[in-house]
């Protein structure tokens, strides 16, 4: 994963878990971000964490002060300083035993919220109609407006036709 000085790497993952195939399994898509620890989800936590997605989806296309201070209350954990899998201590939202839901909501909330106190222009739905892509933009001028190199040139490729037809 590139460093990310916007929401770091927990704003990448709620992009990530907002941007997943519904069909795929969300122990798969964390376990490929490097997720951890990577815990267990039953069927109440998966259901839990999907509608939790669909919350984050709306923090990525109209976030405001509102959203992402219900999102913080409610996940709110005690954080906590760990050295799993024995890396340095570093900062969790929470304890490391705590359920997989429970973190990855306390993750991605402080995630999204420190996000958006940097510099909420950062937060990216794409501009492509038809396109649900959400993106951290990273770029260096922060003017990102599409998911990728394809939506934009479809979106250039229909504006030049429809100038190139007189009206
Ligand atoms: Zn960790
Ligand atoms: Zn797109």
């Known amino acids: ?3 990310n000085p916007y929401g770091g790497a927990a704003a990448e993952l709620a992009a990530v878990l907002v941007n997943a ?5 969300l122990l ?11 815990g267990s989800l039953d ?3 998966e259901r839990d964490v999907r509608d939790w997605i669909e919350r984050l989806r709306l923090a990525f296309r109209a976030p405001t002060v509102e959203l992402l201070n219900e999102l913080l209350a409610q ?8 050295t799993h899998d024995g890396r340095a201590p570093h900062l969790h939202y929470a304890r490391e035993d705590a359920p997989t839901d429970v973190r990855l909501k306390a993750y991605t ?4 919220a420190a996000l958006f106190c940097e510099d909420a222009g950062r937060i990216g739905s794409c501009g492509r ?8 933009d990273t770029s260096r001028n922060g003017r990102r407006r599409f998911c990728s190199a394809k939506c934009a040139n479809r979106v250039a490729v229909a504006n030049h036709r429809s100038r190139a037809q007189p009206a």
Do not use: N, W
């Not at 195939?21 to 399994?25: E, F, G, H, L, Y």
């Not at 798969?28 to 990577?38: C, E, H």
């Not at 909330?109 to 999204?112: D, H, K, Q, S, V």
């Open 21 to 25: 195939d519904p069909a795929a399994q």
């Open 75 to 82: 996940s709110s954990t005690t954080h906590y300083i760990s």
């Open 28 to 38: 798969d898509v964390l376990k490929a971000s490097d997720y951890k620890p990577l």
């Open 109 to 112: 909330a402080a995630g999204m």
């Open 43 to 45: 069927a109440r936590q």
């Open 1 to 3: 994963m590139h460093f």
């Open 129 to 136: 109609d038809g396109c649900e892509t959400v993106f951290v």
